[in-house]
């Protein structure tokens, strides 16, 4: 069974640094890998995508990459914001496609501090 | 856009009664999710469906049913509402490769 693990799973850190999310997962046979951020009582907002052939996704300050190999991606946030705080998750999909669950991790609590 | 969208974003409800979630999508999709989400536990799946009339267990099924009559409705159904599950529901639904997720329902039990 896929487990995905986050760390850490807080972090606190002045506004301005770069900094680096880290997740991995036990079975590589995944269909993709999505980045979440959750914002407090609210749901989910889809950040970045990487499909299982892709080393990377790019999206404004936010580069995710992808090492299916060794179960491993990382989300890393540019010059953070105090605007960036709150839980990312990653999510895998199953090698069964569009018709399986996401599998998440448990997140990490974002505070970026002005 | 795609736009899923949760009939309640908070609801109480008391011990034995039948509860239902439900859950609308407005861009023809055919595969929907129910999860939900816990502290320490993160998101767990609880239910999906590939088509109408269609549904398949996730991990954690047990004291939970749904119904897909029609493509653009999603819904959970609490038979016999138990204190365990409190909690915070997500419905969501994918385009393409991406899974796009509701406002989320957040359900106490007394």
């Known amino acids: 069974k896929q487990e995905v693990t986050q760390i850490p799973a807080a972090l606190s850190v002045p506004e301005g640094e770069n900094l680096v999310l880290n997740c991995s997962f036990t079975?590589?046979?995944?269909?993709?890998l999505q980045w979440f951020r959750q914002d407090p009582g609210k749901g989910l907002t889809s950040l970045l995508l990487?499909?299982?052939?892709?080393r990377e996704q790019t999206s404004g300050r936010l580069n995710a990459s992808l090492d299916k190999s060794s179960g491993r991606s990382t989300l890393y946030i540019a010059a953070s914001q105090p605007g960036d705080s709150a839980t990312y998750l990653c999510?895998?999909?199953?090698?069964?496609?569009?018709?399986?669950?996401?599998?998440f991790g448990k997140g990490t609590h974002l505070i970026i501090q002005p | 856009d795609v736009k899923v969208t949760q009939s309640s974003r908070y609801l109480v409800k008391r011990t034995g009664e039948k509860v239902f979630l439900e859950c609308v999508q407005d861009?023809?999709?055919?595969?929907m999710f129910w999860y939900r989400q816990d502290p320490g536990l993160g998101l767990r799946l609880i239910y999906f469906?590939?088509?109408?009339?269609?549904?398949e267990k996730g991990d954690i099924p047990e004291g939970y049913s749904v119904s897909r009559e029609k493509k653009e409705r999603f819904s959970l159904i609490l038979e016999s509402a138990s204190t365990n599950q409190t909690s915070m529901y997500l419905c969501?639904?994918?385009?393409?490769?991406?899974?796009?997720f509701g406002p989320g329902t957040r359900l106490t039990v007394t």
């Open positions: 999510a895998v999909r199953g090698s069964g496609g569009g018709a399986d669950g996401l599998t």
């Open positions: 079975d590589s046979a995944i269909y993709n």
């Open positions: 990487i499909q299982s052939s892709q």
């Open positions: 861009m023809d999709h055919e595969n």
């Open positions: 469906s590939y088509d109408v009339k269609m549904k």
């Open positions: 969501a639904t994918v385009q393409g490769y991406e899974q796009y």
